[in-house]
Every structure is written in C-alpha cells, then in structure tokens.
C-alpha cells in the first residue's frame, strides 16, 4: 500500500469510529429531546399531585409517583445492610479464599440473571414460598401470600444488589493498605480499622453505589409485574393505625409505580392511542427521576475522585 | 487529613482503656498492681474478641447472603421447572402433532398453553429470542466496539470525558421508555422503510435491545483496549504504523479476549431483556426465520401470562420451565465472558 492509500485508510477508519460514538450520542439526544418536547406539554402541577380519572384517561399521576418513591425507598432499606456487609466481608475477611471466590462468582453471576427471572422467583419464593408459609403458620386468611409492596421491594433489592456490592467493594478496595496497616499497627482491632478508617475512606463509593441502585430500581419493570404493581388502585397504600390516626405505608398493600403505569398505558389500558400525552409525561417524569439520580452519582464520583487526589 | 483524626481516636480509645485499668487499680488497692493489670487487660481483651467474634459472623452471615439466594434462585426456579415434566410430556416441549385443515396429522411447533390440549412447544419461543437477539447483538457489536475504540484510542481527554458519562446515561435509561419510543415511533419508522407486513416486528425489538447494550459492549471494551501496555503501541508507532493500523493490527488484537467477553455479555443482556421486546416484537409465537416477522420471546412469554395462570397449573410450570432454559443460557454465556476476562487478567498481569 502506498503511504497515501494508508493514510486515507487512516483518517476513514478513524472517522468512522468517531461517527459511531457521535451517533450513538445522537441517538441519546434524540430520545431526551423526543420525550421532553412530548411531554413537558402535559405536566403542570395538577398532573403531578392528581390520581386517574375517568378510567385512566384522564387525571394526574400521583398514585404511581408516590408508589414508585415508596418502593424505592423499602428496596434500598433492604438492600444496602445486605450489600454492604457482604461487601465488607468480600474484601476485609474473605482474602483470596475459596469462599471469597464462590461470593464473588455468584455476585457476578446475579448480576447477569435477567430481569424477568426475578419477577418469577418473586412469585415463586417470596409470595408463594414465603408468603403462603407465613400464612399457614400464622393462620391467616391470605394476607401475606399475595402480591404486595414488600415483596415487590425484595426482589427488587436482590435485583440491585451486585450493583451496591460492586461499587462498595471497589470503593474499600481503593483504601491504601498502609493506612489499614497504620491502624492495626497501633493495636486496632479488625472492625476498629474497618469502622473508623476503611468505612469513612469509602463513604462517597458506597453512596453512589446507593444512588446508581436506586435509579436501577426505579426503572425497573419486570420484576414487579407480578409481585406487587397494580393496573389501577383508588387508594393510596398507606395505613392509618387505629386511636393514633398516624398514616403509615402499608407494606403489604398493591401499589402503582411510573415504569408499570407507562407499560400499561401504552399497551394495554382502554384507549392507548388517545391517552398518548399522558404516557408521554408519565416517561418524562420517570426519565427525570432516574436522570437526576444517575447524574448525581456521576457528579459525587468526580467530585470524591478529584478531592481523593 | 482525614484519616489522621481517626487513628488518633483509636490510640486514644486504646489510652482510655488503660485509664480505666489505673482506676480499677485504685478501688481495689489490696491486690497486687500487676495482677490487676494482667486481670483487666485479659478481660478487656477478651471483650474485645466475643465483639469481634460477633461482627465478623454478622458480616459473615451478610455475605452468605448473596450466595443463599443465588442458589435459592437456581432450587426454586429449577424445582417449579422440572415438575411441568410430570405434567407434560417432554416431547411436548419440541412440538406435537396436531390436525390440519385436510385431517392430516402434521407434526407443528405451536405455544398455545390455554388451549384444550394446551400447546406447550418451546421452539418458537427459543427462535423468537434468538431472532431478537442476533442482531441486536450484531449491531451493539458494531456499535459498540466502534464507541468503544473511539473512547479508548481516538478521543481526546475533554471528549472522552463527556461521552463517557452520556454512554453511561443512555445505560440508565429504564428499558420500559425504550420500549415505548419502539412502540411508538420506531415502528412506525420501520413499516414505513422496509414495508413489512407486521409493524411490530423482531427487527424493532432488537434496535430497541441494542441500544440497551450498546453501553455495555463500549464501556468493556474501552477498559479492555485501556488495559493494553503503551509499549506495544509506541513500538507500532516506531515501525512506522499509521494510528489506524496500530489499533486495527496491535491494540485490537491484544485486548481481543476483552472485546470478545463483552459481545458474549451484551448478547446474555439481549436475551433476558423484558420490557422492550414485550412492547416492541409483536408477541406472536411462530415459527419464522424471518426478521421482520412478529416473534414472542421467552422472556415477553413470561412477562405476559405469568399475571393471569393459575397457580399449580401446566401452564404454570412451563413458564417455570422457560425461565429454567433463559437463566441457564444465560449462566452459561456470563460463566463463558467471565472466564475469558479473568485469562485476559492473568495474561496482562493486571
């Protein structure tokens, strides 16, 4: 080849690269843009603290944002104690064992288990096996082994737990070990070391590990399709104790999240080709949530990884 | 610094601990001072151990966690699966022999579980995947590896650091939106291209998908072409190589295993992806090897009728049974990529 053709090869090839990553961000611009010029029409303030009327057609979409908050905030309950001490176990106690390998094989492994396959452990281990179990013992008419919050919330925090494991074991791993060895070497005992200078080291990774969970776990459709969404609820799934008359969240009711509500209402509610604005803000919405989440965990990294230096 | 002021809370917790001691020796003046000293410090120390003791066990217990659910996962999904075998016979899961419009006995690969007999093949559903997921996978790998060369080897650092982080947002879009833009506009798009005859069609599943995996592919293999040593491409430079040739024949070639891994991976996520496929393929379970045909996945299967089967029912251990055959295709493909990467570790000393 002469030195002309393998340059014209050079910059071609090079181009074409470059225009893929460009399309790719191109294809990201179109779909935000899309969504905003389609659905900043439809959201004012009623839409946003309104419940659906006239079946679904009409209405705001408060049941399912305050649903979608609700079971964002049980998952993360449940799932950074888990998450963070088995992280904590990964890479302070575990070493380079055999255990150690068969936690982290089977972290990665469940973080490759489709979405879809969560749904149907959820039906199958938490409402039937779990659920029904609680009822048999406890005598219930049916109360736990239905779909409801509380399951909905726990498989989604097994969904997103590799995600906070991962970041939480990266963040610790990142500790230098001569502050580790500085510690015990002044005689601290094992959690000493982890409580008072692994811990605060890795607070900023274990936090976006939490948010970038969250904003996994907000979007989420199919594993809550069964084990606790509900198409239309004329009730919010709050609990008011008796005498007190304090509203709780009630973990055991149905609820309606963002991400089943725009599924439903593009697929399968009455009329989806006229309740299209509706679907449209109901994404933007959604979109916003999770962008704002994920950007926030994009900023914290910056910022902790610049004042780390 | 931070972790200066934590040390020294240590040492001073330790101080602290041997004030006590000096205390205890005051109150109890009639034993021997060393005694006390021995006695105490073995007390606080053994104190020390059950608390230690305790933790590391509830940390233990934290993360056997994670383990006792992925096996919970794999007995309870395999459990419910296996008994659709008592129920239906295994020959029924590839096809069955049905009537045709001349009374012919004809051998067909239908799924239509609520009928009478219920058709329980799992052929057009496995099709149905794969008809999706082969070219979401063929175009994220172009895509993708494309991004993921640019990002790693071409772009300048102030580009690199703005598209980083836009791959990563297009990963944190929720795949139910895409499913909704595919459903939406992009059929539409399509049937108005290529004149199919269904407007939901494999074709637009798996765009859909691919924009799913596109981050995945490009962000893996940006850390695999990262990870090459810059010896080698400086010695590619003073063989005289244009920059494309250093990429094409040295870079490429030595994080191939990286670039493998993360196509083998992008193409598992393509197979268990739910929503998009569920809003976007249409969900008619044929027999086709027709791109743009209407196709119902294995996961789209699951999504839809898992609601409304009754408990114990046929049909509801063989959606169990799918999602056996979906976790275990993907086990087997996230084991494949796993090990490819961990050899590519081993081999770049990383």
Redesign the interface.
Known sequence: MTIKKRNIFNAFFQGLCHGMAFLVIAVLIAILVKIVMSGAGVINLQFLIKEPTEGMTKGGIFPAIFGTICITMMMIILAIPVGVSTAIYITEYAGKGLLGRIIRASINNLAGVPSIVFGLFGVGFFILFVGRGIDKIAGFELLFGQPAMIWAASTLALLVLPVIIVSTEEAMNSVPVSLREAAFGLGATRWQVIRNVVLPQARSGILTGAILGISRGVGETAPILFTGCAYFLPRLPVFTIPYVNIPIINPLDQFMGLSYHIFIMATQSTNTAETRPIQYGTTLVLIALTFLLNLSAIVFRIYFRKRSR | M??TS??S???T??ISSNNSTRDSLKRFGDKRISDLLVESRNINVHK?RV??FI??K??????????V??A??FI??FK?GVRAFFLIKPMEFIGTHILDFDDNRVFACMWQPVGEPGKFSIVPLLIGSFLVALPATVIST??GV??G???A???SIRMREI?K??????A??????????C???LATFIQNVFHTTFRLNAFVGAIGVS?VI?PVV?SITDDALRAVPSELREASYGLGA????T??KVVVPAGISGITASII?GM??A?????IV??ATGNAALVTGNIFSSVRTM?AT??AE??AVP?GSSQYYA??LI?SV??LI??V???IA?IIINRMRKKLKL
């Open positions: 931070n972790y934590k040390t809370k240590i040492s917790s330790i020390q608390r230690e933790i590391e509830l940390v233990f217990i934290g993360g056997l966690t994670a383990i659910f992925i919970l996962i309870f999904l419910e172009i895509l494309g991004c060369i640019y990002l080897e071409i772009a598209i982080p836009a791959i990563e947002l297009l944190g879009i929720p795949t139910v939106v895409i499913g909704f833009l459903l939406t506009l924009l596109i490009a244009t920059k494309w040739e990429i094409w991976l598992g996520r197979l268990g992806e739910t929503m569920i809003m996961t699951i999504a898992l609601g408990h959606l169990f999602g979906l976790f993907t086990f493909l996230n084991l796993e």
